[in-house]
Nanobody
């Protein structure tokens, strides 16, 4: 059974930082891993992703320059360092993983709440 287990969400003040972690188990590796977020009443949206083999990263315009994605291939773990957080970053954040040879994300974490508020 493939599982993605997230941690690191919580409450932070505007301008603060959080680091999300997502550890995968039940599979040896992925083509890519990424982060998505969902606001109430909205569709889940892309935040960031990283290609495991070459560390190529991608960021949504809304977070570019503030968030940094990284990974530990040996642990099948992806991180999202979130700096300069804004209230509009408040959302449920999900990690996801893409298998080799597919065009979509095949596995999803349970989601973790990030709330940015003073």
């Amino acid at each position: 059974q493939v599982q993605l287990v997230e941690s690191g969400g919580g409450l932070v003040q505007p301008g603060g930082s959080l680091e999300l972690s997502c550890a995968a188990s039940g599979i040896f590796g992925f083509f890519s891993m990424g982060w998505f977020r969902q606001f109430p009443g909205k569709e889940r949206e892309f935040v960031s992703s990283i290609v495991v083999s070459n560390s190529r990263t991608y960021y949504a315009d809304s977070v570019n320059g503030r968030f940094t994605i990284s990974r530990d291939n040996a642990k099948n773990t992806v991180y999202l360092q979130m700096n300069s957080l804004k209230p509009e970053d408040t959302a449920v954040y999900y990690c996801a993983a893409q298998n080799y040879g597919t065009d979509n994300y095949d596995y999803w974490g349970q989601g973790t709440q990030v709330t940015v508020s003073s």
